[in-house]
């Protein structure tokens, strides 16, 4: 009932029913149960008040007087085609129940009413409420970083064809196109004459092998003129791996690619004009600064200039930076021991004369961070010593953000299809972000890489997925197994591998073994292939204990939760036989840790 009111109290409820002894009662336990509770007599009230209150789930009785039932079911579903409603029913009652069925009704509950058993629909039906909720969230979150994106780059896609499928606003302004005129065609009515047209053939061989791609390209306006943009693409794959579209990222460089080459023009030129050629060389050094984001720094690393794009972007002002440390700027997150190893190394690459190109991420005046491209380029005098260092930026933190945020939703994702498997358990959501943080925990402890923990992190929920596929008459059975029953069970691990075995993505592929070896034991007695100490994979063997641990100290439908001196003295017990010692040397040196957790995360 707990577990069940968890759900319940998040959701708003309108009851309907026209015996007032029966009213009274399930109000009675309703009341204060529920967000909140509207409550009608009849079905013209019932209708009036869903309009006016717009709840989460509609409980109605079916033969009502004034309008029954299954026609404000009807009415409701004419104004809301998503509503839930949930009708009361006897059993005589199959004519209006087969109205029901074609309304497609929710769920139903048979009259007399049964509290345990409503609460049990209504805790299922909330749950569900609740995901598209957050599911909901999720996208309108997303179709915002869409916007963003959308407005601060000249975007478009194409099918697997390579027909366009979409053009944003930037693209159809510097293009002169309008959406009309591109969707349904190749880009190669873009492409200018002065493209090497193997740059595309490259570029097609990288996003078919399921690689970005990115480039300069030059293309043609409308009007004849052109434009030349920084592009990267990107093909977007399905669950499965496979190429769904793709979709092109560009920035207008014109200018600045155009400022170069008139440059380096003008620059081959014999000039005896000394005026002229400094003209020349401030006009090229003005528009490489408006086009970029530029900071200088001296050999003793003190910050010697910055334009305006590096004020902006940074938050600071010319007096705040000028002449202090280049460390005012760096991610507060690195250790500065590790800071300095980069500096270090980055100062002896371009001591060798050597332009550096890479990404950086540094602090803005107000704490947050900011990512960029950057270009370091070694100023030497002419006798060849490095004098100062120039480095130009692009700004990619809404990039970046955008990523975080889909891998983000990708973590919760994950959990949420975790948490399918322990619903049908009647085991909570709860459960599964134990199991990651404590598997996250040991794998930090035991030694794995960074990657490898992040990676167990994130497929340590889906390790009972299986248990979609086990009836739950077995599942949630109150007492012990019979042998058939337990062989039943135990094919779990199996339908949960073979569910994810084909992904192609490294998470659900970590999660397939994670799903098919966390119940092997160290002394090969576990199933499904009996496999034996070091020949069962790290991560199945990390989240065998994890999950173990927070079994035995949670209630299930088969027993109560045992006392922590009696799970201890079980590990102990069972080092080497059903667990990896060592795992467990880890697990007895850091309780507190694991404590911790399990406070963080109670049911």
Known sequence: MKDQLKYIKEIRVLYVEDNKDTREEVVYFLENRVSELYVAKNGEEGFKLYKEKSPDLVISDIQMPKLDGIRMSELIKEHDTNAKIILLTAFNDSEYLLKAIKLHIDNYAIKPLNIK????????????????????????????????????????????????TYINKPFEKISGYLSSEVVGRTPDFLTHKDMDTSVFKKMWQRILDKKSWSGIVKNKKKDGDYYIIDMIVKPILDTNGDIQEFIA???????????????????????????????????????????????KINTDKKITYANEA????????KEELIGKDYSIIRNKNVPISDYKKTIDMLESHLSLGKIWKGKTIDTKKDGSLFYCNITIYPMTN???????????????????NLHKEL?????????????????????????VRRVAEYSKLLALKYGLSKKDVNTLFTASPMHDIGKVGIPDEILNKPGRLTSSEWDIMRTHSKIGYDILKTSKREILQAAALVSYTHHEKWD????????????????????????????????????KAWE??????????????HFDP??????????EEFFEIRDLYKD
């Open 117 to 164: 058993e409503l609460f049990s629909i209504m805790a299922k039906m909330a749950k569900n409420i609740l995901l598209d909720k957050e599911n909901k969230d999720i996208y309108n979150t997303l179709s915002q970083y869409k916007e963003i994106v959308d407005e601060r780059s000249i975007v478009f896609k194409t099918n697997k064809a390579g027909i366009i």
């Open 249 to 295: 990222l560009s920035n207008d460089i014109t200018d600045l690619e155009n400022s170069k080459e008139y440059f380096k023009k003008q620059s081959i030129l014999a000039s005896s004009n000394l005026e002229e050629s400094i003209l020349l060389a401030k006009l090229y050094e003005e528009a490489i600064d408006k086009s970029n984001i530029i900071l």
């Open 310 to 317: 590096f004020y902006t972007v940074s938050g600071y002002n």
């Open 382 to 400: 002419k006798e060849g010593e490095i004098v100062e260092y120039l480095g130009i930026r692009h700004d990619i933190t809404e990039i970046k």
């Open 407 to 431: 891998e983000q939703t990708q973590r919760e994702i994950v959990y949420k299809l975790g948490e399918v498997g322990e619903t049908r358990s009647k085991e909570t959501g709860n459960h």
């Open 524 to 559: 090969g007695s576990g199933y499904p292939k009996g496999l034996k100490g070091d020949e069962i994979h790290i991560f199945g063997r990390i989240t065998a204990l994890a999950d173990v641990f927070d079994a035995l100290g949670s209630d299930r439908c088969y027993k």
């Open 564 to 577: 922590i001196d009696k799970i201890l003295k079980y590990f102990n017990n069972q080092s080497g036989k």
């Open 582 to 591: 060592k795992l467990v040397d880890i697990f007895m040196n850091n309780l």
